[in-house]
């Protein structure tokens, strides 16, 4: 028998569903702006969300994607954007493709930065 001793806390566990890094930058708003043309039955809109540096941020912003086709990334507020990358989609489960956002330097504890994401949506 194992016993573990010591406080954990909610960074700690970490969720073995995503391909993302949300300890590092937990979402605190989101605002979704969307257009639809039924005749094509698609999507086209922006996410805009805003994270706040948790302690061991880095420089790395890890999301997850189902069915998006990402057009372009901006960083609206904070960091300069580095580059950005729609990973493969997951071999395992069904997380969809990870998308990483490469910042230009290490972000500090409790920088926001808000990062808008256009987006297409087609019909699955």
Do not use: C
Not at 13 to 21: G, H, I, Q, V, Y
């Amino acid at each position: 028998m194992t016993t573990i001793s010591g406080k954990m806390n909610a960074l700690d566990a970490k969720d073995p569903t995503t391909l993302s890094n949300y300890w590092a930058f937990p979402t605190k708003h989101t605002a979704l702006s969307l257009t639809i043309d039924f005749d094509k039955k698609k999507l086209y809109g922006d996410a805009t969300l805003t994270f706040e540096a948790a302690e061991h941020s880095g420089s790395e912003i890890l999301l997850d994607t189902r069915s998006l086709d990402v057009q372009d990334i901006e960083i609206v507020k904070g960091a300069t954007l580095k580059s950005w990358k729609l990973g493969e989609e997951s071999k395992v489960g069904n997380y969809g493709k990870q998308l990483k956002i490469e910042l230009s330097e290490e972000v500090k504890k409790g920088e926001l930065i808000v990062v808008k994401v256009s987006h297409t949506v087609d019909e699955a």
